[in-house]
Protein backbone atom coordinates (compact mmCIF):
# COMPACT_ATOMS: atom_id res chain seq x y z
CA UNK A 1 0.00 0.00 0.00
CA UNK A 2 2.61 2.34 0.88
CA UNK A 3 4.09 1.66 -3.02
CA UNK A 4 0.89 2.59 -4.31
CA UNK A 5 1.38 6.39 -2.29
CA UNK A 6 4.73 6.78 -3.40
CA UNK A 7 3.46 6.02 -7.13
CA UNK A 8 0.33 8.26 -7.21
CA UNK A 9 3.00 10.97 -5.51
CA UNK A 10 5.74 10.13 -8.03
CA UNK A 11 3.06 10.50 -11.11
CA UNK A 12 1.51 13.61 -9.99
CA UNK A 13 4.82 15.51 -9.53
CA UNK A 14 6.14 14.31 -12.86
CA UNK A 15 2.68 15.78 -14.21
CA UNK A 16 3.06 19.07 -13.04
CA UNK A 17 6.86 19.36 -13.57
CA UNK A 18 5.65 18.30 -17.72
CA UNK A 19 3.07 21.42 -17.24
CA UNK A 20 5.89 23.57 -16.01
CA UNK A 21 8.78 22.21 -18.16
CA UNK A 22 7.29 20.93 -21.45
CA UNK A 23 8.15 22.47 -24.72
CA UNK A 24 9.03 26.12 -25.26
CA UNK A 25 6.02 27.79 -27.10
CA UNK A 26 6.73 30.33 -29.58
CA UNK A 27 5.13 33.62 -28.94
CA UNK A 28 4.55 34.14 -32.55
CA UNK A 29 2.79 30.89 -33.70
CA UNK A 30 -0.11 31.88 -34.97
CA UNK A 31 -1.87 28.13 -34.71
CA UNK A 32 -1.87 27.98 -31.12
CA UNK A 33 -4.81 28.97 -28.77
CA UNK A 34 -5.29 30.49 -25.40
CA UNK A 35 -7.65 27.39 -23.07
CA UNK A 36 -8.76 28.41 -19.45
CA UNK A 37 -10.70 27.31 -16.75
CA UNK A 38 -11.64 27.51 -13.14
CA UNK A 39 -12.39 24.83 -10.29
CA UNK A 40 -12.88 25.34 -6.90
CA UNK A 41 -11.80 22.97 -4.13
CA UNK A 42 -12.94 24.27 -0.98
CA UNK A 43 -14.76 21.34 -0.19
CA UNK A 44 -12.63 19.45 -1.83
CA UNK A 45 -9.76 17.17 0.90
CA UNK A 46 -7.09 18.71 -1.37
CA UNK A 47 -6.16 21.81 -3.33
CA UNK A 48 -5.99 22.25 -7.28
CA UNK A 49 -2.26 22.24 -8.08
CA UNK A 50 -2.61 20.86 -11.58
CA UNK A 51 -4.62 19.86 -14.76
CA UNK A 52 -4.88 17.21 -17.32
CA UNK A 53 -6.32 18.77 -20.69
CA UNK A 54 -6.47 15.71 -23.00
CA UNK A 55 -6.71 15.60 -26.56
CA UNK A 56 -9.24 13.31 -27.95
CA UNK A 57 -10.64 11.81 -31.29
CA UNK A 58 -7.68 11.11 -33.95
CA UNK A 59 -4.72 11.73 -32.25
CA UNK A 60 -4.31 11.57 -28.41
CA UNK A 61 -2.38 14.06 -26.32
CA UNK A 62 -1.78 15.94 -22.90
CA UNK A 63 -1.44 19.25 -21.62
CA UNK A 64 -0.70 19.04 -18.03
CA UNK A 65 -0.96 22.77 -16.47
CA UNK A 66 -0.55 24.18 -12.88
CA UNK A 67 -3.25 25.47 -11.85
CA UNK A 68 -3.14 28.73 -9.23
CA UNK A 69 -6.23 29.75 -6.97
CA UNK A 70 -8.52 27.64 -8.96
CA UNK A 71 -7.61 28.90 -12.26
CA UNK A 72 -5.49 26.81 -14.76
CA UNK A 73 -4.66 27.70 -18.53
CA UNK A 74 -2.26 27.00 -21.27
CA UNK A 75 -1.08 29.89 -23.73
CA UNK A 76 0.05 27.26 -26.67
CA UNK A 77 -3.16 24.30 -27.26
CA UNK A 78 -2.95 23.27 -31.05
CA UNK A 79 -6.23 22.81 -32.75
CA UNK A 80 -8.33 19.96 -31.98
CA UNK A 81 -10.68 18.55 -29.53
CA UNK A 82 -10.41 18.33 -25.67
CA UNK A 83 -10.94 18.25 -22.29
CA UNK A 84 -9.89 17.98 -18.75
CA UNK A 85 -9.20 14.35 -17.94
CA UNK A 86 -8.09 14.69 -14.01
CA UNK A 87 -7.27 17.34 -11.70
CA UNK A 88 -5.36 17.10 -8.57
CA UNK A 89 -2.69 18.62 -5.82
CA UNK A 90 -1.91 18.15 -1.95
CA UNK A 91 -4.42 18.13 0.94
CA UNK A 92 -4.54 16.93 4.36
CA UNK A 93 -2.81 17.83 7.62
CA UNK A 94 0.81 17.94 8.82
CA UNK A 95 1.03 14.15 9.28
CA UNK A 96 -1.72 13.17 6.38
CA UNK A 97 -0.35 15.11 3.51
CA UNK A 98 -1.02 13.48 0.14
CA UNK A 99 -1.23 13.98 -3.01
CA UNK A 100 -4.84 13.65 -4.56
CA UNK A 101 -6.32 12.63 -8.13
CA UNK A 102 -9.42 13.44 -9.10
CA UNK A 103 -10.63 12.40 -12.69
CA UNK A 104 -12.91 14.77 -13.99
CA UNK A 105 -15.36 12.68 -15.90
CA UNK A 106 -13.78 10.50 -19.28
CA UNK A 107 -16.41 8.12 -20.40
CA UNK A 108 -17.32 9.93 -23.38
CA UNK A 109 -17.29 14.01 -23.69
CA UNK A 110 -17.76 15.69 -20.51
CA UNK A 111 -18.73 19.56 -19.51
CA UNK A 112 -15.32 20.86 -20.34
CA UNK A 113 -14.97 19.85 -23.80
CA UNK A 114 -14.01 22.21 -26.88
CA UNK A 115 -13.50 22.05 -30.42
CA UNK A 116 -10.43 23.88 -31.74
CA UNK A 117 -10.96 24.68 -35.30
CA UNK A 118 -9.16 28.09 -35.48
CA UNK A 119 -6.96 29.80 -33.21
CA UNK A 120 -8.17 31.70 -30.48
CA UNK A 121 -9.50 31.87 -26.48
CA UNK A 122 -11.33 29.20 -25.55
CA UNK A 123 -13.11 29.07 -22.32
CA UNK A 124 -13.73 25.28 -20.64
CA UNK A 125 -16.03 26.99 -18.08
CA UNK A 126 -16.19 27.12 -14.31
CA UNK A 127 -16.84 24.20 -11.68
CA UNK A 128 -16.72 23.11 -8.40
CA UNK A 129 -15.72 20.17 -6.58
CA UNK A 130 -18.97 18.95 -4.24
CA UNK A 131 -17.73 16.35 -1.89
CA UNK A 132 -20.55 13.57 -1.59
CA UNK A 133 -19.08 11.52 1.74
CA UNK A 134 -18.73 8.04 1.46
CA UNK A 135 -19.11 7.28 5.18
CA UNK A 136 -16.67 5.26 7.31
CA UNK A 137 -16.27 2.15 5.43
CA UNK A 138 -17.12 4.12 1.80
CA UNK A 139 -14.72 5.79 -0.26
CA UNK A 140 -15.79 9.35 -0.94
CA UNK A 141 -17.61 10.37 -3.90
CA UNK A 142 -17.32 13.88 -5.94
CA UNK A 143 -19.33 15.22 -8.45
CA UNK A 144 -18.37 18.79 -10.46
CA UNK A 145 -21.15 21.34 -10.58
CA UNK A 146 -21.00 23.81 -12.91
CA UNK A 147 -20.87 27.91 -11.51
CA UNK A 148 -22.30 31.11 -12.55
CA UNK A 149 -19.85 32.42 -10.54
CA UNK A 150 -16.71 33.67 -11.05
CA UNK A 151 -17.96 34.12 -14.38
CA UNK A 152 -15.92 33.82 -17.99
CA UNK A 153 -15.61 37.80 -17.92
CA UNK A 154 -14.40 37.70 -14.37
CA UNK A 155 -11.38 34.89 -14.66
CA UNK A 156 -10.74 35.88 -18.25
CA UNK A 157 -9.71 40.19 -16.26
CA UNK A 158 -8.04 37.64 -13.74
CA UNK A 159 -5.82 35.59 -16.46
CA UNK A 160 -4.70 38.75 -18.63
CA UNK A 161 -3.44 40.07 -15.34
CA UNK A 162 -1.73 37.29 -14.70
CA UNK A 163 -0.20 37.10 -18.02
CA UNK A 164 1.06 40.47 -17.48
CA UNK A 165 2.24 40.19 -14.20
CA UNK A 166 4.64 37.18 -15.08
CA UNK A 167 8.05 38.27 -16.26
CA UNK A 168 7.73 34.87 -18.40
CA UNK A 169 4.32 34.93 -20.03
CA UNK A 170 4.43 38.75 -20.81
CA UNK A 171 6.15 38.10 -24.04
CA UNK A 172 2.92 35.86 -25.63
CA UNK A 173 1.57 39.82 -26.57
CA UNK A 174 -0.48 37.48 -29.42
CA UNK A 175 -2.27 35.44 -26.58
CA UNK A 176 -2.90 38.68 -24.29
CA UNK A 177 -4.46 40.09 -27.03
CA UNK A 178 -6.01 37.75 -27.88
CA UNK A 179 -7.52 37.79 -24.55
CA UNK A 180 -8.45 41.34 -24.37
CA UNK A 181 -10.35 41.44 -27.75
CA UNK A 182 -12.41 38.27 -26.03
CA UNK A 183 -12.87 40.34 -22.70
CA UNK A 184 -14.26 42.61 -25.28
CA UNK A 185 -16.83 40.70 -26.63
CA UNK A 186 -17.82 39.89 -22.90
CA UNK A 187 -21.27 41.54 -21.27
Known amino acids: MAFHKWRIALVSFIIVLAGCAGPAVDPKDETLS ?8 TDAPSSLE ?7 GGQAGWY ?9 WHIGIEPGAYQVE ?11 RRDHEYLFGTKGRNETAIR ?22 KQG ?10 SEK ?3 QRLIKELEADDEMREYT ?3 NLAKKRLATLQ
Open 141 to 150: QFEMKALKAP
Open 64 to 72: NVPAKDGLF
Open 174 to 176: RQI
Open 50 to 56: WVSIKKY
Open 34 to 41: LVYGYVDM
Open 86 to 96: KFGGRGGSFLT
Open 116 to 137: IQTPGVFFMGAYKYVDHAGGFW
Open 154 to 156: ELL
